[in-house]
């Protein structure tokens, strides 16, 4: 079982940037594959970004892709999504979620793939 916490999110201006941490209890976070998923008001919850358990590999979705990276820290539990050149549509609560030994790549873009979830962090990106 693993435990995942959001911090970061907030309010920026459009090009802007913010750097968002998922704090991760227990002691197997380095076998999880982590992903950043995200929802605005109104829409389904989609798919951001994941990294493998050992951080050597990710994927991002196009809308995100050259503008957001993530990364980890398993010495820290921690996955972090830096988002760089904010926009207006980047607006949403940005949620952490983790599943056993993913792949990464389209087939582990679906939230029910994940098992675990944080409560969620709040970006406004302003125009």
């Known amino acids: 079982q693993v435990q995942l916490v959001e911090s970061g999110g907030g309010l920026v201006q459009a090009g802007g940037s913010l750097r968002l941490s998922c704090a991760a209890s227990?002691?197997?976070?380095?076998?999880?594959?982590m992903g950043w998923f995200r929802q605005a008001p109104g829409k389904e919850r989609e798919f951001v970004a994941h990294i493998s358990w050992s951080g050597g590999a990710t994927y991002y979705a196009d809308s995100v892709n050259g503008r957001f990276t993530i990364s980890r820290d398993n010495a820290k539990n921690t996955v972090y999504l830096q988002m760089n050149s904010l926009k207006p549509e980047d607006t949403a609560v940005y949620y952490c979620?983790?599943?056993?030994?993913?792949?990464?790549?389209?087939?582990?873009?679906?939230?029910?793939?994940?098992?675990?979830w944080g409560q969620g962090t709040q970006v406004t990106v302003s125009s």
């Open positions: 979620a983790a599943v056993w030994k993913g792949s990464v790549g389209s087939s582990y873009t679906q939230t029910y793939k994940y098992a675990h």
């Open positions: 227990g002691r197997t976070f380095s076998s999880y594959t």
